[in-house]
């Protein structure tokens, strides 16, 4: 069908449509990796220090996370972070190096939070499958 055949038609069904139109938003995942909701404590310094600060885990996926930090860093900073959960009666944890690619203001910036894009570049050995675990727990939770 050429584009005015196509654009004849959707004119024509517009007009024919008399039903009440429904407006809403229509989201496209573009991540290769589906994100879960999450609110884990996690721990992070910058590579070159190795001063530990805290900071919240906001969603995560194989790719990378959301969190929430109590500092400025730069776009493109690499951090040395380990996510912690309990799993059974244990404290289990997730470490990993991770880059910061993007930066969001929020609106708790007063406060002293900031919102950053981590990707994933390297995971202790054994925390990636960790990582795995965790999320198909996480979705498993959700999805009941």
């Known amino acids: ?5 196509f654009t004849t038609a959707v004119r024509r069904r517009k007009r024919e449509d008399t039903s009440q139109t429904k407006e809403g938003v229509f989201v496209v995942e573009r991540r290769r990796h589906p994100r879960r909701s999450i609110e884990l404590p996690l721990d992070y310094s910058l590579v070159e220090s190795h001063e530990n600060r805290g900071g919240i885990a906001a969603n995560v ?18 951090l040395k972070i380990e996510i ?51 999320l198909k727990e996480v979705a498993d939770t959700h999805d009941r």
């Open 1 to 5: 069908m050429g584009l005015r055949k």
């Open 61 to 78: 996926s194989e790719g990378g996370l959301l969190v929430y930090l109590p500092e400025a860093i730069g776009i493109g900073s690499l």
């Open 84 to 134: 912690l959960f309990v799993k059974g009666l244990e404290l289990s944890s997730i470490k990993a190096n991770t880059k910061v690619v993007w930066y969001g203001l929020t609106p708790n910036e007063d406060w002293g939070e900031h919102k950053y894009g981590l990707e994933f570049q390297s995971f202790q050995e054994g925390d990636l499958q960790n990582l795995k675990r965790l």
